[in-house]
């Protein structure tokens, strides 16, 4: 058995799916369900008994005690999270609460349970369908963060790596570098067995429509402009969820408590070109009936306060060490991801309506 937080979110819910389509593991899938946390990303387990759903947040010190007692989860994977840097920029004290004070509680029920179990596996009367036990030797905790906590980088700078200091430029960095400290704190003074994982940007299924690429495929599909911020030459490094997901999972089974491990492709973009891929991309598959190309619908906005040049990360720690490597490139990555958001418009539609309405309203105007 293993606990996942925010497990209804973009990353946390491929992950559940990811590890359900591969193991008969339960999973016990604790999320508050914010905005961005969706039980229709995990309808296709709907009466599936390893799925075990609770609403509730990773801050309710008390809710996270009782599930760790009566599941005894082996290992807790903590995506909880809220998210994105231009929420954070308008509303920074939601991503405090949640990313640092949540944090704080979570560990604190963790540390808890962690120092209650038997120093060696102990047999339960009722055998667990994986076989597994948990024991203070074999469990783990593995802190999902991400490449944004280590700044911005020059455009002739090497890319991120685990030893770059911090120097987060956003609330919501700042927040998740601060959980980030956390972390490593009840490694070095309790013990408590942890692992991280920092990531560079993700795409693919479930993706909440706030951020560039699904933003721009909802967009250009409803004949809406496609904004972006200043030049257009920000640079990510951009990773397919199903490759993080593995990685994640590589990480927990090998990795070294108390290390950091950075997650990425070897995937550098500017924003524009990401967007004339997706333009291109949406032209083969599915043309706008004037003839005219998508490109056509790109609208300059004015640049967020702070942004960020470039993020780019050295994953050779995680290739040497855990001899993991990305599974797609970014041409056969997002080429799946433009597919999944044509064959699923339900689910579009589905996330479209509502919050992200009113918050795209109130930042991008008509021009959205």
Request: hydrophobic share 35%.
């Amino acid at each position: 058995m293993i606990l996942v937080t925010g497990g209804a979110g973009f990353i946390g819910s491929n992950f559940v799916l990811d590890w359900l389509a591969q193991s008969d593991e339960p999973v016990v899938n604790l999320d508050k369900l914010t905005y961005a946390g969706n039980l229709a990303n995990l309808v296709t387990l709907d009466g599936d008994s390893r799925h075990i759903f609770i609403q509730g947040s990773i801050g309710d010190f008390a809710l996270v005690a009782r599930l760790l007692s009566e599941h005894q989860p082996r290992a807790i994977v903590n995506f909880a999270a809220e998210s994105h840097v231009d929420r954070s920029i308008h509303g920074p004290e939601d991503f405090i609460q949640t990313n640092i004070v949540g944090t704080f509680h979570l560990l604190e029920a963790v540390r808890g349970y962690w120092q209650s179990l038997a120093d060696e596996p102990v047999r339960q009367e009722c055998e667990r369908s994986s076989g597994e036990v948990s024991s203070k030797q074999s469990f783990r905790f593995l802190h999902v963060s991400t490449d944004e906590v280590y700044g911005s980088l020059a455009t002739n700078d090497p890319a991120f790596s685990e030893s770059n200091r911090y120097e987060p430029n956003s609330p919501y960095s700042a927040s998740k570098a601060a959980s980030d400290h956390l972390v490593r704190a009840y490694h070095h003074t309790y013990g408590l067995p942890v692992l991280t994982t920092n990531c560079s940007n993700n795409y693919g299924p479930y993706h909440f429509p706030e951020k560039l690429i699904p933003l721009v495929i909802h967009n250009a599909l409803a004949g809406k402009p496609l904004p972006i911020y200043g030049d257009g030459q920000q640079i990510r490094d951009w990773l397919y969820v199903k490759d993080h997901c593995s990685a994640i999972r590589r990480v927990l089974e090998a990795g070294t408590t108390g290390e950091v491990y950075n997650v990425g492709a070897w995937n550098e973009k500017a924003n524009l070109d990401v967007v004339l891929t997706l333009c291109a991309m949406l032209d083969e598959l599915r043309p706008r009936s004037d003839g005219k190309s998508y490109k056509a619908q790109i609208t300059y906005v004015k640049d967020r306060p702070g942004h960020d040049r470039r993020y780019a990360i050295d994953a050779g720690k995680i290739e040497r060490e855990l001899g993991w490597k990305p599974a797609e490139t970014f041409d056969t990555g997002i080429r799946k991801t433009v597919r999944w958001y044509l064959d699923n418009p339900a689910w579009v539609e589905n996330v479209t309506s509502g919050a992200y309405q009113n918050w795209v309203g109130k930042q991008y105007g008509s021009r959205s």
